[in-house]
């Protein structure tokens, strides 16, 4: 913007200069002659130059318009060129015509044309003869003008050169075409709203040659013009206003309006009439000097004939513009009407109601669609008073509501509150009370009344389901938080967790399971104290806050009693079942915060699960403490593979009729770098727990595998290796492949191996366990029974598993000796074995008296310290080539060593 300016200001400086030369005949009449000529010849050719560069700027019809008018400034500047070369340089006297009289007249069509082309608003066809009556009357007037100033004085001279007269004539008609076109477009161009200051410039321009180009002619007619007067100043000042308009900045982009705002535009109009008049009052004072004029009368004749022309489109307009004002008043009408119908519509329709209450609150509109969300019709409830319709218990609320709002015009409050229903009872209802008191239209307190009944109801039911269990209706987990949150009280929790509960999930199914913990629920229930929560948390954990003075001691009266009621049967799908609970008992009196409080809860009821289920334990800070030893115990225990922690020990197999060795049960062991030898019942827990017993149970498998074909290498025997598979083995991996698969990696013969496992495995996943076993079967494995007794397998399962073994678990071998009861206990284990085809293995062996008794009863082999006690590999070696010695009452009267064969 700056740079234009500029330019402004240099091209204003250059004119002036050239206007105080060319006036004051500064430097001489040869000088101001060479002067005019070379500078308007530049001023053209320049102008030119940037019209043509203003169109590589603009697009479309805009581009081709600057064309044009680029087009005729540089025909000028031709002409112009032509008319210096002859007079300034070949200083001859330029005749009238000549080739510049081609080129300057060809100014005229090239820039009309181009102004023809600048892109306008797309008129209608009114506007499109009333654009064509307007631009007749335009060039009408312009052409009596000169007619009176130019035309009719240059016919009557009677000049001896016709064409030199008829040439001249041509520049004051040409003129009057191109200043006709450029107020035309003009018109147009303001009447569409487009910028119209660039072609304001051109007709300036437009109109300051036509003036020097009549004053050319009438100084040529008389013979006294000459080249560097005072007429070159409106070519060189027109060109210039040429310049300035191709170099002002691009307009903004066209945007059509409509005819109204068309018509809005009073220059569009008033420049016709204002031609008109003009040339109307010229034509008068001729007429009172001169006389009648012929061409004049028809001219003026005509020129009436347009104006009633123009009036008739202006009537026909008029006409045109009140009907559609008129369409468009009854559009808007009918516009307005159907709102007002679809408002009432939706009003009368809606799911809410809507009424209009006077200060007093007497209601002065309700709509009908109150009827079908209370009952109550629009009539019945139109005249009274909003306090009274509403009821008691709902009139101070609403009052209160009111208060907030009356003062402040659109305030508006929302309130929920019980409304009667007409049937009876009352429904949840949302009201939004706005204070349009001071709008005229409306007068009042406008209330809009949602039903939200059903809404409430739903929340409710979310909320409670949100909060309690859906099983046996006890308090979620969320809101046992909530309530231990917000206890005042001393407070002390219970964690319950069933014992057996998951054996009976597996065995009898969900559905039983579930009957099972409803009737769980209610003995809890039955059991606590009034104000006491009981929570499922899931599964078969249960939770009991206790909130007094003396939680503590009411938390193990608590825990007292549902010990008691879980003792007794549970009746489920006719059985009777028996299923304890473990108990952990915390205070918060030991924990700083609820997190806290329901870890040392959840550690005191595992340890009431350790000691044996069916009972609770109070929380003590050691159980913290034997929580952070498991837990590193646990970290090391999964380096421990990675260091090479673990070692067998094997303890021998004894052959009851023979005395000899016929195997060995390999037992792992832990060399912990700081706690020693760590025995087993310390980290198989935790190596179950934590799905670390599948490389642990492996690596065990292929160790003894290994040192039993390390044994028998080179020798005929057949060493039978034991080793113990957990059950949590049977989920982490399919056991027949890995059997096989170590069985191939170690060479071990695979019916020299036995897997020992307890009847858990029985009880857990029976089909899929049985599964396993087969195809571990089929591989020609020995499966045994370990501490058969001690848990809950039937006769039935024994049958359906196919079990080689059964291993006596060394609690009835340490009864023996004593009463006869545990002897038969025993005895039947024996004949049990033997009546199924099953091989039977006495564990735990203390004492001769228990060799002796288990070797009447023919059982088949023997195992425990009395014999030897696991032993590191070298050493199991040393006594597999030794034998075993013990007092000669074990075996016979003959022997005091018996050596294995």
């Known amino acids: 913007m700056a740079v234009r300016r500029t330019e402004t200001v240099l091209i204003l400086a250059l004119f002036s200069a050239a206007a105080i030369c060319l006036t004051t005949g500064l430097g001489g009449e040869i000088f101001t002659r060479d002067l005019s000529n070379i500078a308007i010849t530049l001023a053209a050719a320049v102008a030119g130059i940037a019209c043509l560069g203003n169109a590589i700027t603009r697009p479309g019809r805009m581009r081709w318009a600057w064309i044009g008018i680029g087009l005729g400034s540089l025909s000028y500047a031709l002409g112009e060129g032509v008319w210096t070369y002859g007079e300034t340089f070949r200083h001859l006297e330029m005749p009238v015509p000549s080739l510049a009289d081609l080129f300057y007249l060809g100014t005229v069509p090239l820039t009309a044309a181009g102004l023809l082309l600048v892109p306008v608003a797309r008129p209608t066809m009114a506007n499109r003869f009333r654009s064509i009556v307007d631009g007749l009357m335009i060039a009408a007037s312009l052409l009596l003008i000169s007619w009176i100033f130019v035309l009719n004085p240059l016919l009557r001279t009677g000049a001896d050169d016709q064409a030199g007269r008829y040439v001249l004539l041509a520049y004051p008609v040409s003129d009057v075409v191109l200043i006709t076109v450029v107020l035309h477009m003009l018109a147009l161009l303001r009447r569409g709203g487009q910028d119209w200051v660039p072609f304001t410039l051109v007709g300036a321009a437009a109109t300051l040659l036509g003036v020097s180009d009549s004053a050319f002619t009438f100084a040529g007619l008389a013979g006294g013009y000459r080249s560097g007067g005072v007429i070159d100043l409106g070519w060189l000042a027109g060109f210039m206003l040429v310049l300035l308009a191709a ?4 307009p903004p982009a066209i945007v059509e309006h409509g005819d109204d705002q068309a018509d809005q535009q009073p220059f569009a109009m008033v420049v016709p009439y204002a031609a008109v008049v003009v040339a109307l009052l010229i034509s008068v004072v001729e007429y009172a000097v001169t006389g009648p ?24 307009e008029n006409r045109a513009l009140r009907k559609r004002l008129e369409d468009r008043v009854a559009g808007r009408t009918a516009e307005l009407q159907a709102r007002e119908n679809r408002f009432r519509a939706l009003v009368q329709q809606s799911s809410d109601s809507v009424a209009v209450i006077d200060r007093d609150t007497t209601i002065r509109y309700q709509s009908e669609s109150v009827e079908r969300i209370f009952g109550f019709t629009a009539d019945e409830l139109v005249g009274v008073r909003l306090k009274d319709a509403v009821g008691r218990r709902t009139k101070a609320q609403l009052e209160a509501a009111i208060d907030a709002v009356l003062q402040r015009p659109l305030a508006t409050v929302v309130v929920e509150t019980m409304l009667p229903h007409k049937a009876g009872g009352r429904r949840h209802a949302e009201v939004t009370i706005t204070n349009l008191l001071h709008d005229p239209t409306v007068n009042g307190l406008v209330l809009n009344t949602r039903n939200i009944h059903e809404a409430k109801v739903l929340q409710d039911q979310l909320v409670h389901e949100a909060y309690h269990d859906t099983l046996t209706g006890l308090a979620s987990r969320a809101l046992f938080r909530e309530e231990l949150d917000s206890a005042v009280d001393e407070v002390a929790i219970l964690f319950l967790d069933l014992d057996g509960f998951k054996e009976v999930n597996d065995s009898l199914g969900h559905a039983a399971g579930d009957t099972l913990l409803t009737q769980v629920a209610d003995r809890l ?87 044996g289920g069916s009972g609770f334990a109070v929380y003590d800070p050691a159980m913290h403490d034997k929580l952070v030893e498991r837990l590193e115990l646990e970290a090391d225990l999964r380096r421990a593979l990675e260091r090479d922690e673990m070692t067998l020990h094997y303890q021998p197999t004894v052959e009851m009729a023979t005395g000899q060795i016929t195997g060995f049960e390999a037992l792992v062991r832990w060399r912990h770098p700081v706690r020693g030898i760590v025995s087993p019942l310390e980290f198989i ?132 000796g004593g009463d006869d009861e545990d002897a038969a206990l025993v005895r039947t284990i024996v004949r049990l074995g033997q009546s199924l085809g099953m091989q039977t293995v006495a564990e735990g062996i203390e004492n001769v008296v228990q060799l002796s008794a288990l070797r009447e009863m023919e059982c088949d082999f023997a195992q425990g310290y009395y014999l030897s006690k696991p032993l590191p590999a070298p050493e199991a070696g040393a006594i597999l080539a030794t034998g075993i010695r013990t007092p000669i009452a074990a075996w016979d009267a003959s022997s005091l060593v018996l050596n294995q064969a």
């Open 293 to 316: 004029d012929a061409f004049v009368t028809w001219t003026r004749s005509a020129l009436i004939l347009l104006i009633v022309c123009r009036q008739i489109l202006t009537l026909l």
């Open 685 to 816: 827990g935790i190596a179950e727990a934590t799905g670390l017993i599948g490389p642990l149970g492996r690596w065990v498998l292929a160790e003894a595998c290994r040192q039993a074909v390390a044994w028998g290498a080179g020798t005929t025997r057949r060493l039978k290796m034991a080793v113990n598979v957990s059950v949590r083995q049977f989920d982490h991996c399919d056991l027949a492949e890995l059997v096989a698969e170590v069985l191939a990696e170690t060479g071990m013969p695979a019916d020299q191996l036995c897997l020992e496992m307890t009847e858990s495995v029985l009880l857990t996943e029976t089909d899929e366990n049985l599964a396993q076993l087969q195809r571990v079967k089929a591989l020609g494995v020995t499966l045994a029974m370990d501490d058969f007794g001690t848990g809950y397998s039937s006769l039935a399962y024994l049958r359906r598993f196919p079990m080689d073994v059964l291993k006596i678990d060394r609690s009835f071998v340490d009864r023996l």
């Open 247 to 250: 170099r002002r900045p691009e």
């Open 525 to 611: 229930r039955a059991s606590v104290r009034d104000g006491d929560t009981v929570a499922r948390f899931g599964g078969d954990e249960f939770a009991v806050l206790v909130d007094s003075v003396t939680a503590m001691a009411d938390a193990t009266t608590v825990a007292g009693r549902i010990i008691a009621a879980m003792a007794q049967p549970f009746p489920v799908g006719g059985r009777e079942l028996h299923v304890g609970a473990s108990i952990g008992i915390a205070s918060a009196a030991d924990a700083g915060d609820i997190q806290q409080l329901q870890r040392n809860a959840d550690l005191a009821m595992y340890k009431a699960k350790a000691a």
